[in-house]
């Protein structure tokens, strides 16, 4: 029996992934998001628009989830050189994430709450004032945006000659540079549909459609929240056995070019970075000379694969 830890690349090599320019972007975009959501909250609640208070709670909710953003890069940077951190430090950022989803579950289920409140008891609206805060709004994410999209554009075609090697993988991508995105995102979405509820208001005296689009603002923040569950609790608890890496390290692995009948008799996957796996497997076989390093040799083909702790076990 051969047993044999494949860590080709240093701790610091390996996982310092910093990206100093979408945590500059993420920091500017948490103050503008910040009094933006302080104006449109107090306008929401002075004009008595449910819209314009949702959205103004949904920015709310970016604000934490962006500034949880902005603290993972820097406390990941801060620890990067710890080696308490067996993996390094990118497991910060999606932590981040899974907290600001957790909190956005409770944000829609106040907007719920309050919309329907509204339907239930209507109140007076000053539609004109009100839409000139929701479009002044809509006009601060898109500016935010804009901002989150140069970093994303930069961090994608400025990397490292290691990142250039896989832009075709499919989770390659700074994922929490892309949340703060697509928080952005979906706050003009609520925009719009604040600024549509009180247009139709305005103009048609359709007065129910406010708190109609509160609760269609719920549920854009409800979807978002649910998606970002799903996606940050995949990693942290290491749910990556139907990673397509997985059947590529089996493939490699039990190619033919080995001698003898070569099997993974146990095999565990877990991703260690935003395109970085760890694995630990067990391989039967026939081939009484094969060795770690042999197997080691074929993992090469996926430099994905950045930690590998390989066991060999011959047969009679």
């Not at 390996?14 to 920091?27: Q, S, V, W």
Request: with cysteine; proline share 3%; glycine share 8%.
């Amino acid at each position: 029996m051969h047993t044999q830890d494949l860590s080709p690349w240093t701790h610091q090599h390996l996982f310092d992934e910093g990206n100093p320019l979408a945590e500059r972007g993420t920091r500017l975009v948490v103050w503008i998001t910040a009094v933006m959501m302080v104006v449109e909250i107090v306008a929401g609640w002075w004009f008595n628009s449910m819209a314009l208070l949702a959205d103004g709670w949904h920015m709310s909710s970016h604000a934490l989830a962006i500034g949880l953003s902005a603290f993972a890069y820097a406390a990941a940077r801060r620890y990067a050189r710890d080696a308490r951190f067996a993996f390094g430090t990118w497991k910060i950022e999606v932590l981040a994430g899974f907290a600001s989803a957790v909190f956005l579950v409770g944000v829609a289920g106040f907007m719920v709450i309050g919309s329907i409140e509204r339907l239930l008891r209507p109140a007076p609206i000053q539609y004109g004032d009100a839409i000139v805060i929701a479009s002044i709004g809509l006009g601060v994410n898109i500016l935010c945006a804009l901002i989150l999209g140069h970093a994303h554009h930069h961090s994608s075609n400025g990397g490292s000659a290691h990142e250039h090697r896989h832009l075709d993988h499919p989770k390659r991508h700074d994922l929490n540079l892309k949340s703060a995105y697509v928080h952005v995102i979906a706050d003009a979405a609520t925009s719009v549909f604040a600024i549509t509820a009180l247009g139709g208001g305005m103009l048609f005296g359709w007065a129910w459609l406010d708190p109609v689009m509160g609760l269609v603002g719920a549920a854009v923040v409800g979807s978002w929240a649910l998606g970002l569950l799903r996606g940050t609790s995949r990693i942290l608890l290491d749910r990556e056995m139907d990673d397509p890496v997985v059947s590529e390290i089996r493939a490699a692995v039990e190619s033919p070019y080995f001698e003898g009948e070569t099997r993974i008799a146990d095999l565990h996957v877990w991703r260690v970075g935003k395109s970085s796996y760890a694995c630990a497997l067990t391989v039967v076989t026939h081939d009484r000379k094969l060795t770690p390093t042999q197997i080691r040799q074929r993992l090469a083909v996926h430099p994905e694969v950045a930690h590998a702790t390989i066991e060999v076990h011959a047969c009679g």
